[in-house]
């Protein structure tokens, strides 16, 4: 990954600054030429890339957490049972998780624009569906054909950066804004699903996502320029396309499942080793394919191999903050949900300041160090939140005091893990690589709700001692992620053009 000079100050709100290449300095790698984009965009093309890039990634995370708080207004408004409530939340989340790869590699194959704006009309279409759902059936069907459109988004939202911007300080800023985004829709979710189901209906919860996508669509429509393709355009792997999408769909549920059943239940093994029998082909069928869905040479480059498998290890833990954090301040404390979305906002801020300075930090003191300087941070702040959760905690000493490490750690962490998981890549594989790296977060996350699940549940004592447990957990599991981190190609070091790489 390229960095820039430790004098640049540049801003990275300005479109015209975001295109700016800086010269390389002594001792940092200068830029691949394989890795570059075929044109970085002009700064009177760029902010339609940026915002649908900002806004489609925001969404995407926003339907995670939105639909949390208005569970208990769907099951009394459609009698659902407990069984179907859980699957409100699971359809998308599954869905989402087992189409990531295929929608990072159809924007490689059919363009950015095309599969942007197929994604976002799926996600409005089944968004409508769900809102005006009169039946179980209908809101988990909806649900679930939106984690398939938000699946095909999110690696677009990504690789529309890291195609426009060519490797170092404006594209590490870029996806640090990317990252705060996505960051600020996860923790909002909560506050906007709280207003809208207490002022007006939890069906709007899901019908919001309609007008915002005609207008973004429209956008897109008119403004984003379409990239050009070459003429020899590869065909759609399908066989690889059915295993990895069953494969990593039938992991996720299987995770899922463990949360209830158990890790040596079999309504939890089956998926799980079924899932691991599809990937296992899906890497076999990949290795012999002319044309493959995601070519095994990308992981041949160092910074895109190690830097998933830190990113998944790290959401690991990351899925704390958010999940029983809420838990903890609706079910100890006792807040309403439009007062746990406020709650939230200390975080918010320090995600967004924090990653603004993750770029210049990386600059000055290398990504390496910064990598682990932010996850060494998540793990204090985790910590510190274990320590602070008491029946009697107070929003200072349990809430705010916690909230400024752990979210500006986490903030640094993932803006740098997803920057040098995306460096050393030719263009026509921008987008299979961004959908990895959305998929190696989501794997981690749904691993993190299983994991820490077990550990707040095991044992016995009051609602918080579990949710201190957890976040012990997370901040062990967040450290110890750390110790990968040298893996990670040294700052200096030039990628090595991967063999068959078009760009080359």
Do not use: C
């Not at 409530?85 to 990531?100: C, K, P, S």
């Not at 990653?355 to 930090?361: E, I, V, Y």
Request: charged share 10%; glycine share 12%; proline share 5%.
């Amino acid at each position: 990954m390229t960095t820039p000079d430790a004098t640049d100050t540049t801003d990275a709100a300005d479109p015209a600054t975001l295109t700016k290449t800086t010269r390389p300095s002594a001792g940092h790698r200068s830029r691949d030429p394989a890795a570059a984009p075929a044109g970085a965009a002009s700064p009177s093309r760029l902010w339609p890339v940026l915002l649908a890039s900002y806004i489609g990634q925001f969404l995407v995370v926003l339907d995670v957490s939105v639909v949390n708080v208005a569970l208990p207004s769907m099951r009394d408004d459609l009698a659902l049972s407990g069984s179907a409530l859980q699957w409100v939340v699971n359809g998308y989340a599954l869905t989402f998780a087992g189409f990531l790869l295929l929608g990072g590699r159809l924007s490689d194959l059919f363009g950015p624009k095309r599969v942007y704006l197929a994604g976002l009309g799926l996600f409005a279409a089944a968004s409508l569906a769900g809102g005006l759902a009169q039946s179980d059936t209908v809101l988990i069907t909806a649900r679930a054909a939106q984690g398939v459109g938000a699946a095909f988004l999110a690696p677009v939202t990504l690789s529309l950066l890291t195609r426009a911007l060519p490797e170092g300080a404006a594209r590490t800023r870029a996806i640090a804004a990317w990252t705060a985004v996505g960051a600020a829709g996860g923790a909002t979710g909560g506050l906007i699903g709280g207003a809208l189901t207490d002022l007006a209906s939890w069906r709007w919860v899901l019908l919001i996502n309609v007008p915002i996508g005609l207008a973004v669509g429209a956008v897109v429509l008119v403004w984003l320029r379409e990239q050009r393709r070459d003429a020899d355009r590869p065909a759609l792997d399908l066989p690889g396309a059915v295993l990895v999408t069953g494969g990593v769909g039938a992991v996720a549920y299987g995770i899922t499942e463990t949360e209830s059943a158990g890790w040596t239940s079999g309504s939890a093994l089956l998926p799980l080793l079924a899932g691991l029998a599809a990937l296992a082909g899906f890497v076999a069928v990949e290795a012999r394919s002319a044309q493959p869905l995601m070519p095994l040479r990308l992981f041949r480059i160092r910074a895109v191999a190690v830097g998933n498998v830190v990113t998944l290890v790290s959401m690991v833990g990351a899925f704390a903050l958010w999940y029983f954090l809420t838990l903890y301040m609706q079910t100890v404390l006792g807040y309403s949900a439009i007062r746990t979305g406020l709650a939230f906002l200390p975080h918010t801020a320090a995600l967004i300041v924090a990653s603004q300075f993750a770029p210049r930090l990386s600059a000055r003191f290398g990504i390496r160090t910064m990598t682990v300087v932010g996850g060494l941070l998540t793990a204090a702040g985790f910590l510190w939140q274990a320590a602070a959760m008491d029946a009697d905690g107070t929003f200072v000493s349990a809430i705010l005091g916690p909230a400024l490490p752990m979210a500006a750690g986490q903030a640094v962490l993932l803006a740098l893990l997803t920057d040098v998981s995306t460096s050393g890549v030719g263009e026509r594989d921008a987008g299979g690589v961004s959908g990895l790296v959305n998929t190696s977060r989501q794997i981690g996350a749904v691993l993190g709700l299983a994991i820490l699940g077990a550990v707040a549940s095991a044992g016995h004592g009051a609602p918080e001692d579990g949710y201190a447990r957890a976040f012990l957990a997370a901040g062990v599991i967040t450290a110890a992620s750390m110790l990968l981190v040298p893996f990670l190609p040294r700052p200096g070091k030039r990628t090595r053009p991967v063999s068959g790489s078009v760009a080359a």
